[in-house]
C-alpha cells in the first residue's frame, strides 16, 4: 500500500451551511461544492471547503438516524472522518482489513467521463473512521457534490494555508500504545516522535504516527492519571470519548497568516511575555524577528533539520473540545521539545476557567 497524503477532513456538524459560513468568513475558506438528496446524497447535506491543498468536507444528517445525526448527538461537531489519498485503494483496504481494521464500507469505484474515483473506509480511533480514496484521472472530489463557483463574503484571507500538516488525536489512558501498534500493523506508519509533556501538576503522554510518504500525520495523546485532571481529561469527558482535538494547517507565512485571521475575528492563544525573554537564550537567532513573534504570541521551536513557528486558536466549540492550529515549518520535519508544552500551556490557561464555570454547574445540579 501507499498512503499519500491528507486527501481530506470531514466534520459532522449539526448545520452544515452556517459552519460553512463561519470556516468561510474566520478562516478564508472557499465553497467548492455542496449537495444532497437532490444530488444522491441520501439522507444528508454536505458543503465542501477548500483553500489551496485544503480539503474540509461538511455533512449535517437530515434524520435522527443519520450517523451524522448520531455522531453529532453524542459528541457535538467534530471530525468524523479523515481520508487518506492513495495510489491504490483497493490494496490499501484488504491489507489494512487483513491488518486488524474494521470494515466501515467496502471499495466502490465511480467512473464518470475518462476519470474515476475508489472509496472505500475502516476504522480509525474511536467513532472516527478513515476514507481511502484513490483519483484517476481528473476526477471530481466525490460523488453527490456539485461543483460550485460560491465565493465567502468578506476581506480576502490570500490563501494563506496550505495543507493540512497533523491532526492531533485524545485517547483514554492505557489506549496509546495500541493505537501506535495499530497504525504501524494497518497502515505502516512509523514512529517518529514521542514525549512526556508536563503542564503544572498535570502530565500527558505524546507519540506522533507518520505515513512513510510523511503526507499523513498523528500526535496522539493520552492522559497521565497518576497527576491531577487537566484539559486531555476534560476534552475526553466533554466529547464523551477519543477524537480529534485539533487540526494544524500549515502555512508559509504565519505572521502574515495570524494578522488576516485575526483581523477576521479569529482569536488566538496568548504566550506571556517571559517566554519571549528567554527565547535567545535558548534558540539563539530564529528566522522570524522576536519582534513579530511577541505581540501575535507565536511560538518557536527547532528539530534536527530546521525551526518551527505554531499557535493554538481559541475553541469555538460549544463544548471547548475542537480547535485549530497554525504551523510554519522552516525546514522542520517532527516537534519540538519546547513548542508542545508552551502551546498546552496556553490552551490550559484558555481552558482553567471553562472548567471552572462546567464543574459549578455540575455541582448545582
Not at 50 to 61: H, K, P
Not at 284 to 306: A, Q
Not at 351 to 358: E, G, K, P, S
Request: glycine letters at 10%.
Amino acid at each position: 500500500m501507499q498512503i499519500l497524503d491528507t486527501d481530506h477532513i470531514e466534520l459532522y456538524v449539526g448545520d452544515a451551511r452556517v459552519a460553512a459560513e463561519q470556516l468561510c468568513a474566520s478562516y478564508g475558506f472557499h465553497v467548492y461544492g455542496q449537495g444532497g438528496p437532490e444530488t444522491g446524497l441520501a439522507g444528508q447535506r454536505s458543503v465542501l471547503l477548500g483553500q489551496r491543498d485544503i480539503r474540509i468536507l461538511l455533512t449535517s444528517g437530515l434524520s435522527s438516524g443519520h450517523r451524522a445525526s448520531r455522531y453529532v448527538a453524542q459528541h457535538g461537531d467534530g471530525i468524523a472522518v479523515v481520508a487518506f489519498g492513495c495510489t491504490d485503494a483497493e490494496a490499501t483496504f484488504a491489507e489494512a482489513v487483513a491488518a486488524g481494521a474494521t470494515p466501515v464500507e467496502a471499495p466502490r469505484r465511480i467512473a464518470h467521463g475518462g476519470a474515476s474515483v475508489v472509496v472505500a473506509e475502516v476504522s480509525g480511533f474511536g467513532d472516527v473512521t478513515h476514507r481511502l480514496v484513490q483519483r484517476d484521472g481528473e476526477a471530481q472530489f466525490l460523488p453527490g457534490l456539485l461543483d460550485t463557483s460560491m465565493a465567502p463574503e468578506g476581506p480576502d484571507a490570500g490563501d494563506l494555508l496550505h495543507t493540512i500538516d497533523h491532526a492531533a488525536v485524545c485517547l483514554p489512558a492505557g489506549e496509546l500504545d495500541t493505537a501506535v501498534a495499530y497504525y504501524q500493523r494497518a497502515f505502516g506508519f512509523e514512529m517518529i516522535f514521542q514525549e512526556y509533556i508536563e503542564v503544572g501538576d498535570q502530565g500527558m503522554q505524546s507519540k506522533v504516527v507518520q505515513s512513510p510518504s510523511g503526507g499523513v500525520t498523528f500526535t496522539l495523546i493520552q492522559p497521565d492519571i497518576s497527576r491531577r485532571a487537566g484539559q486531555i481529561d476534560d476534552f475526553l469527558a466533554w466529547h464523551e470519548g477519543a477524537g480529534v482535538q485539533h487540526v494544524a494547517f500549515s502555512t508559509h507565512d504565519i505572521v502574515a497568516a495570524v494578522q488576516a485571521l485575526s483581523a477576521r475575528g479569529v482569536e488566538f492563544a496568548q504566550t506571556p511575555g517571559s517566554y519571549y525573554d528567554m527565547l535567545s537564550a535558548r534558540l539563539g537567532d530564529v528566522d522570524v524577528p522576536v519582534d513579530e513573534l511577541r505581540p501575535l504570541g507565536i511560538l518557536v521551536d527547532r528539530d534536527h533539520w530546521g525551526q518551527m513557528y505554531q499557535i493554538f486558536a481559541k475553541s469555538t466549540h460549544i463544548r471547548r473540545t475542537y480547535f485549530n492550529e497554525l504551523i510554519d515549518r522552516h525546514g522542520a520535519r517532527t516537534f519540538g521539545t519546547s513548542n508542545i508544552p508552551a502551546l498546552y500551556a496556553a490552551k490550559e490557561r484558555e481552558l482553567a476557567a471553562v472548567r471552572d464555570i462546567t464543574h459549578s454547574e455540575g455541582n448545582a445540579l
